[in-house]
């Protein structure tokens, strides 16, 4: 399972953004007693400053058998425009 929050969209130059994962951080917890089962958490300086052609392949790279995305008012459309990819 690979886990995604994308930022809130503005400029930032490279510098962090406080885009912390957190609900993505409490589905890891909530199962890391699942036996045969890896989540993973994209980090944060992808999740934040790569572009989505970088996004879908890194994820691709992943292979993951499930993909989930935190969603929120500002970054739906971009989340289900990667999760089409």
Not at 38 to 61: C, F, K, M, N
């Amino acid at each position: 399972m690979l886990l995604i929050q994308l930022p809130v969209p503005k400029l930032n130059f490279g510098l962090r953004t406080g885009n912390i994962p957190l609900g993505a951080a409490c589905l890891k917890q909530a199962a890391a007693g699942i036996p045969d089962l890896r989540v993973d958490i994209l980090p944060e300086s992808l999740a934040s400053h790569a572009g989505d052609e970088t996004l879908v392949r890194v994820v691709a790279e992943y292979h993951p058998d499930i993909l989930g995305f935190t969603v929120f008012s500002w970054n739906l459309m971009r989340s289900l425009y990667l999760a089409k990819k």
